[in-house]
């Protein structure tokens, strides 16, 4: 399957390519990045092998995530959208896709991801009628922005030793 073009005011979100590589490596680099996700920087190897799950994603279930860029600069904003992650999440998602948002650091606190995740949830709320989402319980913004977006805190959970808060958001 393709990925579709997705459009906002600002934004233009595609799939992710090879050239994509440089600009996210970069950006999982960046401490204000990483912190609440995961907590360490990824090498641009482990950034590699993200973007070609980006890729496998799309053609094995019909969606996937994003690359968000500014529509007038080019400049990359982050990477938001749907994985399959199987991750050994206790007590499991796997059932339901899993949506998630990481920008720059240079573009937090500016709308984008609230922007970004609008038009992805115009395309994917008419295709997948449930999500989930795990969020670090230290992360305010994020928790408020699932929130936002309609996601309804379920439970706590854990993921690799550490404790998580697991949301769910039905299609709208």
Known sequence: MSVPTLTTSRLTLTGHA???LEDCATMWTDPRVYTMIGGQPRSREDVWIRLLRSVGQWTL????????????????????????????????????????WTLTGDAHGQGYASEALAAIFAWADARIPRT??????????SIKLADRLGYQLQTEGRYREAPILIFGRDAR
């Open 18 to 20: 090879a050239p994509d």
């Open 61 to 100: 279930f019909g969606y996937g995530s994003w690359i968000a860029r500014e529509t007038a600069t080019g400049k990359l904003i982050g990477e938001l959208g749907l994985i399959e992650a199987r991750r050994a999440i206790q007590p499991s998602i796997d059932a339901t896709p899993e949506v998630g």
């Open 132 to 141: 989930a989402c795990i969020i670090d319980r230290a992360n305010a913004p």
